[in-house]
């Protein structure tokens, strides 16, 4: 089935440490994307990526990290550096980041620190 | 960038249709106007988009008034399933645009 899956569901961090969450798609998308979700919340942009080797920052970067060596892979690194990092966190793909093109989102992978 | 104002939460009773109302008063002419739902503890589900006319597909509809700041999600007939929160965006067409989520609408269904 093509999608996109994060993994891995939740995820549980001790202060300090840094930690990677996995994003894969199998759409053949160009872009990516990473949001947070806080509880109530509306999503907000992490990073983006329009093109394999490229990323962008979004509205609330500082404290994470990405890559994009391959086209069907975007991780995300939160590091110590991240103050509160205990949230939601959604990955999403789309053909490009055109205003007429669709994203879909993976389920999401909840962070808690401890 | 343009923003959205969506009603904060809407009850609608099972079977019956439901409005869900959108204002985007600053929308520019290179804004799609995208809906987005989302469950509880899962990611968000495309549901919609547009530019200048109404669409349809087999999920919902979509009534983008003439002036383009305003717009109706149209849910024909609710079922407890779509009991959710329903987020009004705009895309714009220019390079570099991402989804921007608001609060959205809390779409609440009684059986």
Request: charged residues 20%; neutral net charge.
């Amino acid at each position: 089935d093509g999608g996109i899956t994060q993994s891995p569901k939740y995820l549980f961090r001790k202060e300090g440490q840094n930690v990677t969450l996995s994003c894969e798609q199998n759409l053949n998308h160009d872009a990516m994307y990473w949001y947070r979700q806080d509880p109530g919340q509306g999503l907000r942009l992490i990073y983006y990526s329009q093109i394999v080797n490229d990323f962008q920052k979004g509205d609330i970067a500082e404290g994470y990290s990405v890559s994009r060596e391959k086209k069907e892979s975007f991780p995300l690194t939160v590091t110590s550096a991240q103050k509160n990092p205990t949230a939601f966190y959604l990955c999403a793909s789309s053909v490009h980041d055109g205003g007429g093109t669709e994203a879909f989102f993976g389920q999401g992978t909840r962070l808690t620190v401890v | 960038d343009a923003k959205t104002t969506q009603p904060n939460s809407m009850e609608s009773n099972e079977e019956e249709p439901v409005h869900l109302p959108c204002n985007h008063s600053t929308i520019s002419g290179t804004d799609y106007i995208h809906w987005y739902r989302q469950l509880p503890s899962q990611g968000p589900e495309y549901v919609i988009h547009g530019l200048t006319s109404n669409v349809n597909n087999r999920m919902a509809s979509l009534a983008i008034a003439e002036d383009r700041k305003s717009s109706t999600l149209i849910l024909h007939r609710a079922t407890l399933r779509d009991a959710a929160v329903y987020y009004c965006i705009l895309k714009s067409n220019n390079a570099g645009n991402m989804l921007t989520f608001g609060g959205g609408t809390r779409l609440m269904v009684k059986p």
